[in-house]
């Protein structure tokens, strides 16, 4: 994982980047993005990730149980999915 911290003209923005292979447990990943998030209140961040979870909302065609974590963790964080999911072709 790596956070960076822009300096723009009108106010700072975050960026997290992060990577958990399907072999890890999604939640340390989750938690430590929650950790970081928590230290930069009333700041701008933008979510990078890459967490191997399946969900319609992304592109998937199903759901999977890291893909209801992770959307757990993006509703209870106030987030919102950016990318759009007819972007992502012949997912599983």
């Known amino acids: 994982m790596v ?19 399907p072999a ?25 990730a890459d967490l191997n979870g399946h969900n319609t909302l992304w592109g998937y065609r199903s759901n999977d149980n890291r893909g209801k974590v992770i959307l757990d963790f993006i509703l209870a964080n106030n987030s919102n999915i950016i990318n759009k999911p007819d972007t992502l072709t012949n997912l599983p």
């Open 24 to 48: 890890q447990n999604v939640h340390t990943t989750l938690q430590q993005i929650h950790e970081i998030i928590s230290s930069l209140p009333e700041q701008k961040i933008i979510i990078v």
């Open 3 to 21: 956070a960076l911290k822009i300096q723009t003209i009108l106010f700072p923005i975050t960026i997290i980047s992060a990577y958990t292979s």
